[in-house]
């Protein structure tokens, strides 16, 4: 059982920074990509950052200059750097592992975080 399991979420200020981290467990052979996806209220998930185990990375345009994904590879652990928070930004934000391998033969199965909150607000 692989589980994707998300913290670092909370309130800020405009302007202030947070770092949202998502560590993966469980049998884990490789990991293609990680991403992370952020839902507002009322509004549909939408794709924030991407990066795969390469390191290419991909962004919004609505975060680009704002937010760094990385990746700790050895650690199944991706990161995402949030500075410049706007109010805009408030929502839940949500890890995805793709192309996951549970043994090299095994796979590739997508799995979800449960979610962490992110709320900017003055």
């Known amino acids: 059982q692989v589980q994707l399991v998300e913290s670092g979420g909370g309130l800020v200020q405009p302007g202030g920074s947070l770092r949202l981290s998502c560590a993966a467990s469980g049998s884990i052979f490789s990991i293609n990509a990680m991403s992370w996806y952020r839902q507002a209220p009322g509004k549909q998930r939408e794709l924030v950052a991407r990066?795969?185990?390469?390191?290419?990375?991909n962004y919004a345009d609505s975060v680009k200059g704002r937010f760094t994904i990385s990746r700790d590879n050895a650690k199944n652990t991706v990161y995402l750097q949030m500075n410049s928070l706007k109010p805009d930004d408030t929502a839940v934000y949500y890890c995805k592992g793709s192309g996951v391998f549970i043994t090299r033969g095994d796979g590739p199965y997508m799995y979800w975080g449960q979610g962490t909150q992110v709320t900017v607000s003055s």
């Open positions: 990066i795969t185990n390469g390191g290419n990375t």
